[in-house]
C-alpha cells in the first residue's frame, strides 16, 4: 500500500516552455502532498507544501509564479513549471502523506526527470 | 552549520564488511529521524526510523545520540545490493509544514 506515482518519468523540453508534472496517490487519500528538487548531487531540498484545497506553502527563494502547484483533489497535485529554463533542470520529486503532521510517513513518488534545453 | 550534516563518502567496502555512517543535525529541537536509501537516479525510500533508544532490523542497526545530536547507522555483513547512497533526514519540529531535513548522502559502494 501507499504508492505514490509521478507522470511523466522524464521530460525534455524548450527553454521557455512550461512543464506540468503530475502526482498521484494510488491507494490513500492524501491530505498533505509536497514537492522536491535534487540536483546532482545535493540533497532533495522541499520547494513546496500543497494541501488539498488550499494554496500551496513555498519555502524561501521558490518563486511561487514559476512553480505553480494545484493540489485539487485527494489524490493528485500537479506541479507546472512556466517558462523553464535550463537551470530549472533538476529531478522533481513529490510525496504524499496520509495525517501530515499527525504522522511524519512521506511516501514518495519515483521522480521526474526535467532537462531544458 | 548545516541542519544536516553527513560524510559524503563515498565509502567502498567488500562484501561481508561493517561500515557505519555518522551524521549530526543542528536543531536540537528536532523531533524525528530517519534513514532513507536513494539508488542513482531514484526517489528516496525509506530504510528505518531511529529511536532514541537505538533499534535494529535485521542487519541494519540504527542509534541516536540526542545530546550531542548525533544519528548512526551501522550495516553488518554488507551485500552489494547495499550500494545506495544513504540519506539521513531529521523532522524539524513536529506540527510544522513540510518539516523533512534531508542531509546530501553518504554514498556506499559495495564491491565482490
Known amino acids: 500500500g501507499a504508492v505514490v506515482s509521478q507522470h511523466p518519468s522524464w521530460v525534455i523540453c524548450k527553454s521557455g516552455t512550461s512543464v506540468k508534472i503530475e502526482c498521484r496517490s494510488l491507494?490513500?487519500?492524501?491530505?498533505?502532498m509536497f514537492w522536491y528538487r535534487q540536483f546532482p548531487k545535493q540533497s532533495l531540498m522541499l520547494m513546496a507544501t500543497?494541501?488539498?484545497?488550499?494554496?500551496?506553502?513555498?519555502e524561501q527563494g521558490v518563486e511561487k509564479d514559476k512553480f505553480l502547484i494545484n493540489h485539487a483533489s485527494l489524490t493528485l497535485s500537479t506541479l507546472t513549471v512556466t517558462s523553464a529554463h535550463p537551470e530549472d533542470s533538476s529531478f522533481y520529486i513529490c510525496?504524499?502523506?496520509?495525517?501530515?503532521?499527525?504522522?511524519?510517513?512521506?511516501?514518495f513518488g519515483p521522480g521526474t526527470r526535467l532537462t531544458v534545453l | 552549520r548545516k541542519e544536516v550534516e553527513q560524510d559524503p563518502g563515498p565509502f567502498n567496502v567488500p562484501e561481508g564488511a561493517t561500515v557505519a555512517f555518522n551524521c549530526t543535525y543542528s536543531?536540537?529541537?528536532?523531533?524525528?529521524f530517519f534513514w532513507y536509501r536513494q539508488d542513482c537516479r531514484k526517489e528516496p525510500k525509506l530504510l528505518m526510523s531511529?529511536?532514541?533508544s537505538g533499534n535494529e532490523d535485521g542487519r541494519f542497526t540504527a542509534q541516536l545520540n540526542r545530546a550531542s545530536q548525533y544519528i548512526s547507522l551501522l550495516i553488518r555483513d554488507s551485500k552489494l545490493s547495499d550500494s545506495a547512497t544513504y540519506l539521513c533526514?531529521?523532522?524539524?519540529?513536529?506540527?510544522?509544514?513540510?518539516?523533512?531535513?534531508f542531509g546530501k548522502g553518504t554514498k556506499l559502494s559495495v564491491k565482490p
Open positions: 510525496s504524499a502523506s496520509l495525517d501530515w503532521p499527525s504522522t511524519d510517513t512521506q511516501y
Open positions: 491507494d490513500f487519500q492524501a491530505t498533505t
Open positions: 533526514v531529521v523532522n524539524k519540529v513536529r506540527g510544522s509544514q513540510g518539516n523533512l531535513i
Open positions: 500543497s494541501n488539498e484545497g488550499s494554496k500551496a506553502t513555498y
Open positions: 531511529v529511536y532514541s
Open positions: 536543531n536540537s529541537a528536532s523531533q524525528s
